[in-house]
Every structure is written in structure tokens, then in C-alpha cells.
């Protein structure tokens, strides 16, 4: 793999090799499914990235420069991967406080300084000058200049944030450690505790995973088929089970279709239509699933081990990529 790396604020042109999927011996923990032309990004261990531009016929294995130096030294693992809705502008964060951006619909990768050492889980860009990310320790790190400068953000509990997802550009939803729920009203500036939080009891199990089917319907995902909803615009949440005891990794809506998608442990893959049951879609994989995307029909899921499914009829079927 013949690839460029560059020191910080300096541009790196991501040349990769062709392949059918990822290398089993890696991980995968985000995708994006690029806005406007439906192209599929994956990040994972070990600073990987795969690229897709015909709904994964063909594949771009390639890696990202997350340390100066050469390819040995990029170690760092890939968490999340998101794009501004003009897709072009686009984020990628993992280990250490690694954030790196593109603004060329991921052709070329810049890395930047997050200003912490702390892993981030994950990824929200509101457009193609806001973002924020979270992780490890409490972590909340916000850019409103397309990633020039990042600010860290006071949160109201120091344990592990895992998710974030925004229903406009004020309003957002973190799930974390202790089935903590914490809401923003003003882009990420300021944030306050919902639900949850109680750092003192060690049996309750964290929340992974967050998502709003529309403002006001919710669902928070955690261990063992625990969730919780709610229908008032995420002001009280209500205890919810799925079908079975799967650990909830992912939730993505299929606007099309307005299903909610939930996966996790074991491969096991649910969704409910709008107002609906969960049902239990054919299992594709016994890997874990990590991270889902929905654009029209077309779905994609990535997971441990390479594990790539794609659908291109709103989930009747995932095909396992080999």
C-alpha cells in the first residue's frame, strides 16, 4: 500500500489498493454513506479507511495518516466517520483525541489538533463548519471553523459519552456510561443531564447508542436489550426492552421507509416501522455490529472482524461482504 504522510495541518492524498472487502484481521467501528452520490466510507483498527463508490462491488483499502511518520506508526483506531450535508466536508475521530477532515469528499485527509489526548467515540456535523465529537472521561470537543479550533465543552458527568446525534442545529442527545441521557438547546455550547448519571451504582449498564426517528420519538439503546424511548422530545424517557437480549451498538433511521434499524451483539439486527414492534431481520453475520447508515434503500452495516452488510431494499435482505 503506497500511501503519503504528512506532518499536522499539512494535506495528505489517501492512495489505497483495490480489494472486494475489508481484512478480516480488522476491525470496523463507523460508516458514513456520503450525501449526494450515496458512496460508502468505513473506518476502523489500525487507522483504516475503505471506500466504496458502487455500493460495494469494489473497494479502496487505504490508511489514514493519524501519527507523523510512516505507515508503521499509523496505529490509532477510527471510531466515527460523519459528513456535513454538503458532502464534501467530512470528520473522522478515534484513539487518542485523533480528528482528522476532509474537504474533498474524502479523496485527501488533513489531521488536526483536537486539543485533548482522550479517545472519541463519536461523531455530529452539523454543516460543513460545526462538529463536535465525544468520548473517554467526559469529552466534549466543539468546532465551529471546520475543525481549525476545537473547544472542549464542560459535561455534567465525567464517565464515558458514546453517542451523539443533533434533530436541528441546536438541539442535541448524548448516551453515555450509568444509562445517562444529557441535551444541548444551543448547538453543543452548554449541556445538562436528563436521565441517568448515577455514577455511585455500578449495576446500571451504560447507554451505547441514541437516535430520534423525528423531534419528538426517540430511542436509547444499551447491554442486554435495555433501551428506553421517548415521545415528548426526549423530555422523559420510558423503560423499553428489545425482543431478546442484544447489546444495542447502532441505531440508523431509514427516513424512506420510516423504520428505526437497531444493531449489535452476535450480528443480530432489529427494526420497527413507524409505531410498530421490533422484528428480527435474517442474520448476516455472528460478528458484532458496530455502526449503521441508511440513504434511500440502500443500507449499509459494519462490525468486527471486516464485517461489511450491505442492503439495496431497506433491509429485506443484508448481504454479507466477502
Not at 415521545?231 to 423504520?259: C, E, I, M, R
Amino acid at each position: 500500500m503506497i500511501l503519503a504522510f504528512v506532518a499536522v495541518g499539512a494535506r495528505a492524498d489517501i492512495a489505497g489498493e483495490k480489494t472486494t472487502g475489508a481484512p478480516p484481521y480488522l476491525n470496523l467501528f463507523g460508516v458514513a454513506l456520503r450525501p449526494n452520490d450515496g458512496a460508502i466510507l468505513a473506518v476502523g483498527s489500525k487507522a483504516l479507511l475503505m471506500t466504496s463508490t458502487d455500493h460495494g462491488k469494489i473497494w479502496t483499502q487505504a490508511t489514514l495518516p493519524v501519527r507523523p511518520g510512516g505507515e508503521l506508526f499509523q496505529d490509532a483506531d477510527l471510531y466515527s466517520i460523519r459528513f456535513a450535508p454538503d458532502g464534501k466536508t467530512g470528520f473522522v475521530v478515534g484513539e487518542g483525541g485523533t480528528v482528522l477532515r476532509t474537504t474533498d469528499g474524502g479523496s485527501t485527509w488533513k489531521r488536526l489538533d483536537s486539543g485533548t489526548t482522550k479517545s472519541l467515540f463519536k461523531l455530529a456535523v452539523l454543516d460543513e463548519k460545526t462538529a463536535l465529537a465525544v468520548g473517554n472521561d467526559g469529552i466534549i470537543i466543539r468546532t465551529d471553523d471546520g475543525g481549525d479550533h476545537w473547544k472542549t465543552i464542560k459535561s455534567p458527568k465525567d464517565i464515558v459519552l458514546f453517542d451523539i446525534t443533533f434533530t436541528d442545529k441546536n438541539t442535541g442527545w448524548i448516551a453515555a456510561e450509568f444509562s445517562t441521557v444529557l441535551n444541548t438547546t444551543d448547538g453543543g455550547q452548554t449541556w445538562n443531564l436528563v436521565t441517568g448519571g448515577n455514577t455511585a451504582d455500578f449495576t446500571i449498564g451504560p447507554y451505547f447508542t441514541i437516535n430520534f426517528v423525528d423531534p419528538q420519538h426517540a430511542v436509547v439503546g444499551g447491554l442486554a436489550g435495555e433501551m428506553a424511548t421517548s415521545d415528548d422530545g426526549g423530555k422523559t424517557w420510558k423503560p423499553s426492552k428489545l425482543p431478546d437480549q442484544v447489546g444495542a451498538y447502532a441505531f440508523a433511521v431509514d427516513t424512506n421507509n420510516k423504520k428505526m434499524w437497531v444493531a449489535g451483539t452476535g450480528g443480530r439486527t432489529f427494526s420497527e416501522p413507524e409505531g410498530g414492534q421490533w422484528q428480527e431481520a435474517s442474520r448476516a453475520t455472528f460478528n458484532d455490529i458496530t455502526d449503521i447508515a441508511f440513504s434511500g434503500n440502500a443500507g449499509v452495516m459494519v462490525g468486527l472482524n471486516g464485517t461489511i452488510l450491505l442492503t439495496d431494499n431497506a433491509g429485506e435482505k443484508w448481504q454479507a461482504v466477502q
